[in-house]
Nanobody, 131 residues
Framework: QVQLVESGGGLVQPGGSLRLSCAAT????????IGWFRQAPGKEREGVSC????????FYADSVKGRFTISRDNTNNMVSLQMNDLKPEDTAVYYC????????????????????????WGKGTRVTVSS
């Protein structure tokens, strides 16, 4: 049974940092990609970053490039999102999600409404950026 569990959210001041982690179990890692999505109140869920677990290729939304870094630890079945220089507009519930690799990469943040194509979801962790 596939399970994704996020951790690491919290309250941080603008300019601060947080590290989110996604513990993934119940599948063979190298056939999948894991993406981080976020949803702010009243807004559509959006892709933030994604990593292909077979070769480590990463993707980022333009809004987080240079500030966020996604990484994978296949040994420990973990995917992390290091978030630096956080801004109030980063406030949202952050979800990790899993997709089976195919010709189309739904977790790529440039994929319109890519969240529809994800196969499994965690329950989310809340990030609040406020002074």
């Amino acid at each position: 049974q596939v399970q994704l569990v996020e951790s690491g959210g919290g309250l941080v001041q603008p300019g601060g940092s947080l590290r989110l982690s996604c513990a993934a179990t119940g599948f063979t890692l190298d056939r999948y990609a894991i993406g981080w999505f976020r949803q702010a109140p009243g807004k559509e869920r959006e892709g933030v970053s994604c990593v292909k677990l077979n070769d480590g290729t990463t993707f980022y939304a333009d809004s987080v490039k240079g500030r966020f870094t996604i990484s994978r630890d296949n040994t420990n079945n973990m995917v992390s999102l290091q978030m630096n220089d956080l801004k109030p507009e980063d406030t949202a519930v952050y979800y990790c999600a899993l997709e089976l690799l195919s010709d189309r990469l739904y977790c790529d943040p440039s994929e319109p409404s890519g969240y529809y194509g994800m196969d499994y979801w965690g329950k989310g962790t809340r990030v609040t950026v406020s002074s």
